[in-house]
């Protein structure tokens, strides 16, 4: 088994990341109606209107599919021997195997605060932008790293 220096270290790298896609959705939350004053986009109305809807769509697939390609990465099973000699790489693989998971959703749950940020880019609309980033916020909180879905990976293989 991978000892708690190893998970310890692996945990660190991974809320590190985590971080680093969550704090832009501050920026984009703070900074986008400053600078989108001086951005204009011309779109017609109905265009804008099937886009909004199609990214509002895309926005909730988005975030079951997050969900869903995690536990699909963290299920995956490969054929493995038994053996003291293996347990040990057999839990640096997991907490690999963690690591994708996490930054795989996480990255599509920043997707979503994207979408967002171009609704509003496009169509000025604060309720887009705001909704949107809350959206990615908190499915981003929800895959925040923890240690006991580290250790239950370790378990599993």
């Not at 209107?49 to 199609?54: D, F, G, I, Y």
Request: charged share 15%; hydrophobic share 55%; glycine share 4%.
């Amino acid at each position: 088994m991978a000892n708690e220096q190893e998970i310890d270290n692996g945990l660190k790298t991974m809320r590190i990341m985590w971080f680093s896609l969550f704090i832009p959705l501050a920026v984009y939350a703070g900074l986008t109606p400053l600078i989108a004053e001086k951005i204009h986009i011309i779109l017609p109305q109905q265009s804008f209107a099937t886009l909004r809807a199609a990214l509002y769509v895309v926005s909730l697939f988005t975030l079951i599919g997050s969900r869903a390609v995690r536990k699909l990465i963290l299920s995956a099973k490969k054929p493995v021997r038994k053996s003291v000699a293996n347990a040990h790489a057999h839990a640096v693989e997991a907490i690999r195997k963690y690591t994708t998971a996490m930054i795989v959703s996480l990255a599509l749950a920043e997707a979503i605060g994207i979408y967002g940020l171009v609704l509003y880019l496009l169509g000025k609309n604060q309720t887009d932008l705001y909704l949107l980033i809350l959206l990615s916020a908190a499915a981003m909180v929800l895959h925040f790293p923890k240690r006991n879905e580290i250790l239950a990976v370790i378990q599993a293989r």
